[in-house]
């Protein structure tokens, strides 16, 4: 919690400010560690009661966490005490609710706890992947090797979601465009429309009829399928996301739609591989190292393949000879790397040449979808105003012609 206080300072000087405490009396206590000594002491409103910044839904990112391991790095480096550091991380962190966070995380290790304890405490902000090799850093000495480790990691991944939503932006585009075309020309165009040929009283030719007629059983039934249409969506969504036997469909799924399927893989693919190579140098064991994998795949079929080796690892099997059971997921390339790695004690270094030639393959294939998609747009869009030409331009030459 956040408290607000006045005090004064040995030297008598009145402050003002605010502190984060889980009590009134630990915040005094900490002020006193300062010399300041409290005269008044409230907790603050929070921001969604007294009308400021709503933090409700700001999110931290990939490149939020990469930016802060860096810059904490960097700092813990240079010899600087990790409460000071988070201070002035907090203090340079523009999002209200990561610095609000970062500011609880530096009072946790103030009272004694380690940094990997204090980042546990916000589990949907670091991940058990992230505690876990803070974790391992604490121990073996190397913390800022084991943060550049970190920013680095979550630098890559978040390249790569935002290669995939810069190739999304075209299309949206495009998409918005179109449905912002169709609305104008059924709600401004098309009453209209029938307006000029009923006071023509011309007869339209058969495909303007065909969406005449479909444009009055959409004004007369529309709402209808509008709210059945969005239902059906809400459902779909809620059941694919929101239910577990729902999510082990799409992701299986997901995997056997072609052209999406191989892209889909990639990304997987470089997830396992990164995860397992930053884990194991960072000192963790390979069970251990699977086992927090296991947590950060967002996928069924991946995430049960990662279980089953991680028991066959337990039992004393390779890593690369269970994965040569999924031919279907994991290729040969893959096992034949790892197997290498894992008989010249090099394999944390050629899971990470697995990952640099399956990026590449990654921006590659991003590239060749945007190329692609442009054309395949413009020739869309082309059909669609060829359409419109026919059914809305020629009934408006026919009456043209018989004034």
């Known amino acids: 919690m956040k408290y607000i206080y006045q005090a004064r300072s040995k030297e008598g000087k009145l402050e003002t400010g605010a502190v984060e405490a889980t009590s009134k009396e630990a915040a005094v206590l900490l002020l006193q560690k300062y010399n300041i000594f409290v005269t008044s002491l409230k907790e603050e409103t929070p921001a969604i009661l007294r009308g400021g910044n709503i933090t409700l839904f700001e999110r931290v990112s990939k490149k939020d966490l990469a930016i802060f391991s860096r810059q904490l790095a960097v700092m813990m480096q240079s010899r600087v005490p990790v409460t000071k550091s988070l201070k002035s991380l907090a203090g340079q962190t523009k999002k209200q609710g990561f610095r609000d966070k970062i500011l609880k995380i530096s009072q946790l290790v103030e009272e004694g706890n380690s940094l990997s304890s204090a980042l546990s405490a916000f589990p949907k902000v670091f991940s058990l992947f992230f505690v876990s090799l803070v974790k391992t850093g604490e121990a073996s000495g190397k913390i800022s090797e ?16 935002a290669q995939i939503r810069d190739a999304m932006i075209y299309p949206a585009f495009v998409i918005s465009a179109l449905g912002g075309m169709l609305l104008v020309m059924i709600f401004f165009l098309m009453p209209r429309l029938l307006e000029v040929m009923k006071t023509a009283a011309v007869n339209p030719p058969p495909l303007t009829m065909m969406m005449i007629n479909g444009y009055d059983f959409f004004m007369r039934y529309g709402w209808i399928i509008i709210v059945v249409f969005l239902a059906a969506i809400t459902l779909l969504v809620y059941y694919l996301f929101m239910t577990k036997e ?53 996928n ?76 395949i747009l413009i020739i869309f869009l082309g059909v669609v105003v060829a359409l419109m030409a026919v059914f809305v331009l020629q009934p408006l030459y026919g009456i043209l012609g018989s004034i």
């Open 300 to 375: 069924f079929v991946y995430k049960q393949i990662i279980s089953e080796t991680e028991q066959g690892v337990s039992e004393g099997q390779k890593m690369s000879a269970v994965l040569a059971k999924y031919p279907a997921y994991i290729p040969a390339f893959v096992v034949e790397m790892m197997q290498v790695g894992e008989e010249t004690g090099t394999l944390d270094k050629n899971l990470m040449e697995i990952v640099n030639f399956y990026q590449k393959e990654v921006e590659r294939a991003v590239k060749t979808f945007t190329a692609l998609l442009e054309p």
């Open 146 to 161: 084991t943060l550049y480790f970190l920013s680095e990691h979550m630098e890559r991944e978040y390249d790569i979601s």
């Open 246 to 298: 729902g999510k082990k469909a799409y992701d299986k799924l997901s995997l056997k739609i072609p052209l999406l399927n191989g892209f889909l893989k990639k990304i997987f693919l470089i997830r396992f591989a990164e995860n397992i190579s930053t884990l194991l140098t960072a000192g963790l064991s390979i069970n251990n190292a699977l086992n927090i994998t296991k947590d950060t795949v967002d």
